[in-house]
């Protein structure tokens, strides 16, 4: 399977906990194809919100593509997901019940077709932050420390 990752929410994963990840489908214009295949998208300040029993992506940033003249698109429009029934359900009533967020991870291509990934999260507090900053900087320094005894 050829997957061609676009762009990558590393912020969601610093300040979520991922609970679950869901694979959606866009509903995309063809100037915001051809901005994701020249990797033109951010998903930062991004999220997923319902509206009725429709999933929609708010706030994700796909440039303009500067080669189409009057077919563009609004950057930062609303998108709607493409998911099964019972996965609309499932991420509505946790994020009504639980109190939960879906966050999007990342944006990809799948055989050719334009993806998103979509996570179920907790937020975390401000210990958890420093907690996975601890254990990142230790894991460093033992890359260091090997790479050092490897010379």
Known sequence: MSIKIITDNKKARFDYEILETFEAGLVLTGSEV???RDSQASLKDSYVAFRGHEAFLQKAHIAVYQASSYNNHEPER??????????LTKINAAITEKGLTCVPLKIYF???IAKVEIALARGKKKGDKRQTIKSREADRDIQRGLRKTRR
């Open 34 to 36: 051809k901005s994701l």
């Open 78 to 87: 609303l998108r709607k997901l493409l998911l099964h029934e019972h996965e």
């Open 110 to 112: 799948k055989k050719g």
